[in-house]
C-alpha cells in the first residue's frame, strides 16, 4: 500500500519530467529523420556540448531567482561584466610575463577565474540587497541592476569587444578532458551541485517554501531575507561562470554578447517545469530543457532556417508550452 | 491647508521637484542647456517615448506588464512602410490608422493568452515579442528602408514644425499631447478607466464588484498594443527611416520611465501627468550628459543607477503593501 503511494507519488512529481523526455526524443527523431546525414553526426552533437552549457548554466541561475517568485534579468549583464573584467585583468592589468612557466600561466588564469567569479558574487548581492532589503520587486531591480552592469561594459570597453585571453582561459571554453568538452563537465558539476544542494540542504527546503508562500515563511520564522540573498548572490555567480564560459569558448567578450540568452533562460527555465510564480522547479527539468531545445535550434539550423525565425519559433514554443501546462493542470 | 499638504505628498510634486532641481543643475554646468533649440529638441525626444509610455502605463496600472511593445511598433511601422511603397500611397491618416490597428492585433492576442491561460503577462509579452520580431525579420525583410525610400507624405508629417521665435518645435510635440489627454480622460473619467484600476488593485474584487474583466483585459493589451504600432509609425516618419531592428532595449526606458513617474509595478497605482513627467526625466537625464561634458559610454549606467533609486523610492513608498 505504502509503496504504491509511493510510486503514485515519483510520477505525479516527474509528470513534468516524462513530459519533457517526450518532447526531446520527438525533436530528436523528427530532426534525424529530417537530416539524417548532418543531424546525425558526432560532429554535430560534439559541438553541442561545447555551446549548450553557457546557456544551460544561466538557465539554471534564472530558476534559482525564480524559486523563491522572482526573476533575474541581470545575469548577462552579470556574465558579460565578468567576462570582460577578466580580459581587462589580463590585458591590462596583469599581461603575460614573456618567459612565464605553465604554473605562472596556470595562476594567472586562476587569478582571472575567482575575479571574475568574485564580480558575480558581488553582482549578485547588490541584486539581493536591492531585493530582500529594500524591496524593490525583483524584475525592477534586476531591470536596473543589468543596465548597470552593461553600461560598465560598455565604459570599460567603450564598445569593441576585448580580445586577447591567455591559452588556458581559452581551455576553459574549447578544452577536452578524456574526450569530454571542459563545458560541459562544468555544466555537470554546478547542475548536480545545484540539484543536491536544492533537495538535500535546509536552504533548498527554505527556498522552495519561500517562493511557495512568503507569508507564511516569515511566520513560520524562516530567514527569508538571507535566504533570499544568497539565492540571488548563488545565481551571479553561477552567471558569472557562464560569462567565463563564453569568453573562453569565443575567446573574447564583448557588452552585447549573449543577448538572446536572457529570453531563452527563461524560456528553458518555464518549459523545464519551473514555476515564474515560485516554489517549483527542478534541475534535471532544465537540464532536459535546455538540451532539447539546443537540439531544435541546430536542427532547424541545419535546414537553414534563418537565425530569425528560430528566434520565432523560440517565442512560439515558449508561449505552447505554457498553454499546455495550463492545460493539463486544468485536467487535474 | 489640507490641500497644499495633499498635494505635497503626491509623488507627481516630488518628481517635479527633483525634475527641477536637475535642470538647474544642468543649466548650471552649461548655461547652453537653456536654449530654446535644445529644449524643443528635448521635447522632441519625448515624443515617441512619452506615447509608448502611456501604453505602458496602462498595463501596469492594470497590474501586468509589457515587454512586447517594442516589437509591436517596430513590426506596425515596418509593415505600414512596405505597404504604403508596394501600393505607392502617399498619405498620412491611413497609414497611421493601419499601423495603429496592426498594434491592436498584436494587443489583442496578448490580451488573449492573458486572459484565457491566466498566464503571467512577464512570460506571455516576453514570448510574444520573440515572435512577432522573429517573424518579421525573417519572413518580411531585414533591410533599412532609408530616406530615399520612405514615403515623403511620412517625412513631410513627421518634420513639421511650427516658429517659436527664432526656434522651430515640432508639431508632433501636440500629438503625443492630444494622446496624453484622451488617455487622462479615459483613465479617470469613463468607467472603463476606472475598472482598469480596480483590476489592477485586485482582479477578484474588481469582478465580484462587477467588472467584466474579461473586457478590461482585452481592452488595456488592445489599448496598449494600438499605441505602441501608432507610436512606431510615428517614429519612422519623425527620423525619416523605417529600421526593422528599431526599439531594440526601449522596453527598459520606457518601464523606467513610467515606474519614474510613481506608477506602481504592482498595479492600481498610476497616473498619466506623473508619466509624462517621468518620460520627460528619462529623456533630460540621457539627452544632456553630453551637455554636462560626460562621456556617453556612462549613459547605461547612468539609466541603470535612475532606475535603481527611483524604483527603491516607490517600494518604499509602497512598504506597506508587503509582508
Known amino acids: 500500500m505504502n509503496k504504491l503511494a509511493d510510486l503514485r507519488r515519483f510520477v505525479n512529481r516527474d509528470n513534468n519530467i516524462i513530459q519533457l523526455l517526450i518532447i526531446t526524443a520527438v525533436i530528436f527523431l523528427v530532426m534525424s ?167 538535500k540542504t535546509p536552504f533548498g527546503l527554505n527556498l522552495f517554501l519561500i517562493g511557495t508562500n512568503p507569508r507564511a515563511a516569515v511566520f513560520a520564522g524562516l530567514r527569508t531575507d538571507r535566504m533570499v540573498l544568497y539565492s540571488y548572490m548563488l545565481s551571479g555567480t553561477l552567471a558569472a561562470l557562464a560569462g567565463v564560459v563564453l569568453s573562453g569558448r ?66 512560439g514554443f515558449l508561449l505552447l508550452v505554457m498553454v499546455i501546462n495550463v492545460l493539463r493542470n486544468r485536467g487535474r | 491647508m489640507t490641500a497644499v499638504s495633499k498635494l505635497l505628498r503626491r509623488s507627481e510634486t516630488a518628481v517635479l521637484a527633483i525634475l527641477l532641481v536637475v535642470m538647474i543643475v544642468i543649466g548650471v554646468i552649461n548655461p547652453a542647456f537653456w536654449q530654446a533649440d535644445n529644449l524643443f529638441n528635448l521635447l522632441r525626444a519625448n515624443v515617441v517615448i512619452g506615447i509608448m509610455a502611456l501604453s505602458v502605463l496602462t498595463v501596469m496600472i492594470s497590474g501586468g506588464i509589457d515587454l512586447s511593445f517594442p516589437a509591436f511598433a517596430v513590426a506596425a511601422m515596418y509593415l505600414t512602410v512596405i505597404a504604403m511603397n508596394a501600393a505607392g500611397y502617399q498619405g498620412v491618416v491611413l497609414p497611421f490608422i493601419g499601423a495603429t490597428l496592426i498594434g491592436l492585433l498584436c494587443g489583442l492576442a496578448n490580451a488573449f493568452f492573458i486572459h484565457t491561460f491566466r498566464m503571467i503577462p512577464m512570460i506571455v509579452t516576453l514570448g510574444s515579442a520573440s515572435v512577432v520580431r522573429g517573424l518579421l525579420l525573417g519572413l518580411v525583410g531585414t533591410s533599412i528602408i532609408n530616406i530615399d525610400r520612405m514615403p515623403p507624405s511620412l517625412i513631410a508629417f513627421g518634420s513639421s514644425t511650427v516658429d517659436i521665435g527664432s526656434s522651430k518645435l515640432s508639431l508632433m510635440i501636440f500629438i503625443y499631447l492630444g494622446i496624453a489627454l484622451l488617455m487622462w480622460v479615459f483613465l479617470t473619467r469613463t468607467m472603463a478607466g476606472r475598472a482598469v484600476f480596480a483590476y489592477g488593485d485586485d482582479a477578484e474584487s474588481a469582478k465580484r464588484v462587477g467588472f467584466n474583466t474579461r473586457r478590461t483585459v482585452y481592452l488595456v493589451y488592445g489599448l496598449a498594443g494600438a499605441l505602441a504600432g501608432f507610436a512606431g509609425l510615428l517614429h519612422a516618419s519623425m527620423i525619416w527611416l523605417a529600421n526593422p531592428r528599431d526599439f531594440v532595449g526601449y522596453e527598459l526606458d520606457v518601464i523606467a520611465a513610467v515606474v519614474l513617474g510613481g506608477a506602481s509595478i504592482f498595479g492600481g497605482r498610476g497616473s498619466v501627468f506623473g508619466t509624462i513627467l517621468g518620460v520627460f526625466m528619462l529623456t533630460l537625464i540621457k539627452n544632456s550628459l553630453i551637455i554636462m561634458h560626460i562621456d556617453n559610454t556612462w549613459q547605461g549606467v547612468v539609466v541603470g543607477c535612475v532606475i535603481v533609486i527611483a524604483t527603491a523610492l516607490t517600494a518604499w513608498r509602497d512598504r506597506k503593501a508587503l509582508v
Not at chain 1, 536572457?262 to 530543457?289: H, R
Open chain 1, 33 to 199: 529523420a529530417l537530416e539524417p546525414n548532418k543531424f546525425l553526426r558526432y560532429y554535430n552533437f560534439e559541438s553541442i556540448s561545447f555551446i549548450f552549457p553557457e546557456l544551460g548554466i544561466v538557465a539554471i541561475a534564472m530558476t534559482l531567482a525564480m524559486l523563491t517568485g522572482g526573476i533575474d534579468l541581470s545575469v548577462i549583464g552579470i556574465a558579460n561584466l565578468a567576462g570582460i573584467l577578466a580580459g581587462v585583468f589580463f590585458t591590462r592589468l596583469y599581461p603575460a610575463a614573456p618567459d612565464a612557466g605553465m604554473a605562472a600561466e596556470l595562476m594567472r588564469v586562476a587569478a582571472g577565474v575567482v575575479l571574475a567569479l568574485g564580480v558575480g558574487l558581488i553582482a549578485g548581492a547588490l541584486n539581493g540587497l536591492l531585493i530582500a532589503k529594500v524591496k524593490i520587486t525583483p524584475i525592477l531591480a534586476t531591470l536596473g541592476t543589468g543596465q548597470i552592469f552593461t553600461g560598465f561594459c560598455m565604459v570599460l570597453t567603450g564598445g569593441p569587444a576585448i580580445v586577447g585571453f591567455p591559452a588556458w582561459w581559452g581551455f576553459i571554453g574549447n578544452g577536452k578532458i578524456l574526450g569530454i568538452a571542459v563545458p560541459l563537465i562544468l555544466f555537470l558539476v554546478v547542475a548536480v551541485l545545484i540539484a543536491v544542494m536544492l533537495t
Open chain 1, 250 to 315: 569565443t575567446n573574447a567578450a564583448k557588452s552585447d554578447y549573449g543577448t538572446s540568452y536572457l529570453l531563452q533562460a527563461v524560456l528553458i527555465s518555464v518549459l523545464g517545469g519551473t514555476n515564474p510564480a515560485g516554489g517549483k522547479g527542478t534541475v534535471l527539468g532544465v537540464s532536459i530543457a535546455v538540451i532539447a531545445l539546443m537540439l531544435l535550434a541546430s536542427g532547424f539550423q541545419m535546414m537553414r532556417f534563418s537565425n530569425h525565425l528560430i528566434d520565432f519559433i523560440w517565442g
